[in-house]
T-cell receptor
Framework: AQTVTQSQPEMSVQEAETVTLSCTYD???????LFWYKQPPSRQMILVIR??????QNATENRFSVNFQKAAKSFSLKISDSQLGDTAMYFC???????????FGKGITLSVRP | EAGVAQSPRYKIIEKRQSVAFWCNPI?????LYWYQQILGQGPKLLIQ????????DSQLPKDRFSAERLKGVDSTLKIQPAKLEDSAVYLCASSAKEIYNSPLHFGNGTRLTVT
């Protein structure tokens, strides 16, 4: 079974600074995918970034990048130059082809202070 | 491209009543998902459709929850009778292909409060 753990319930960061959100996962599969989703107060989940497990290079999307440590089963999200619009809940998620199911962590509430 | 549409946005009912939620996925998306998101938790998959067939409903409480996807397009999720623990946000999502090939597109969800 897949599990995704986000142990930090909330974090706060000053605008323009950098923040890192932690995530660990567990799976017995070799081929899997990892995602970070953002959920603003509007409740709509938005894909932030994805990482294929077979790729060693860390994924990057503009101000968002990941630190993927496969051996440690760690998948953290770094947000650079934080903006007020980054205030939201962030969910880490994993997907394997074995059960074709996207499993989410509990999420972390990020607040960006002006 | 129009997004995933859900209605209603909010619903308040008393326990033992019934309720239905509606979802219209993005045009052409074959796969449709219903997730339940309880406050303080991540979304949990209730049911997954591929066109109008059920792919996975292993976490759907079938004694009270039902879902259908007529003609492989719109979908409805029903709860009958509702319990207090059903209070949650119900999210609908769709994708064109497998999740690893095509991202999920989520609707804005329906917030259900059972009193």
């Amino acid at each position: 079974a897949q599990t995704v753990t986000q142990s930090q319930p909330e974090m706060s960061v000053q605008e323009a600074e950098t923040v890192t959100l932690s995530c660990t996962y567990d799976t017995s599969e070799n081929n899997y995918y990892l995602f970070w989703y953002k959920q603003p107060p509007s409740r709509q989940m938005i894909l932030v970034i994805r990482q294929e497990a077979y790729k060693q290079q860390n994924a990057t999307e503009n101000r968002f990048s990941v630190n993927f440590q496969k051996a440690a089963k760690s998948f953290s999200l770094k947000i650079s130059d934080s903006q007020l619009g980054d205030t939201a809940m962030y969910f880490c998620a994993s997907f394997t082809g074995a059960n074709s199911k996207l499993t989410f962590g509990k999420g972390i509430t990020l607040s960006v202070r002006p | 491209e129009a997004g995933v549409a859900q209605s209603p946005r909010y619903k308040i009912i008393e326990k033992r009543q019934s309720v239905a939620f509606w979802c219209n996925p993005i045009s052409g998306h074959a796969t449709l998902y219903w997730y339940q998101q309880i406050l303080g938790q991540g979304p949990k998959l209730l049911i997954q459709f591929q066109n109008n067939g059920v792919v996975d409903d292993s976490q759907l409480p079938k004694d009270r929850f039902s879902a259908e996807r007529l003609k492989g397009v719109d979908s409805t999720l029903k709860i009958q009778p509702a319990k207090l623990e059903d209070s949650a946000v119900y999210l609908c999502a769709s994708s064109a292909k497998e999740i690893y090939n095509s991202p999920l597109h989520f609707g804005n969800g329906t917030r259900l409060t059972v009193t």
